[in-house]
């Protein structure tokens, strides 16, 4: 085979075990928050690898359900969860 050829097949072999090593390598925290934002509630599940990434995660899914545009986005953002509980 041409070397050209070799190199595709390497390549390809490599993505393949990236996309499988990720999709095995569970995320370790898991949260639900609920937040309240002008007069609206919604609360959205998150999972990451850190605490960190996936309460920031389920906030962001949250308050996009809830604003409408940019600055309404940030606004919600930096408001408090009204609760956030930890998942197995």
């Not at 393949?16 to 002008?38: D, I, L, N, T």
């Amino acid at each position: 085979m041409k070397k050209t050829v070799w190199l595709a097949v390497v390549f390809a072999a490599l993505v393949v075990g990236y996309v499988m090593f990720s999709s095995f390598h569970g995320e370790r925290f898991r949260c639900q928050v609920c937040m309240a934002f002008k007069g609206g509630r919604d609360c959205r599940t998150a999972a990451a690898a850190t605490r960190q990434e996936a309460l920031r995660t389920a906030v962001t899914n949250a308050c996009a359900q809830l604003s409408g545009g940019v600055i309404e986005t940030n606004q919600c953002e930096t408001t408090p969860p009204e609760s956030v509980a930890w998942l197995p």
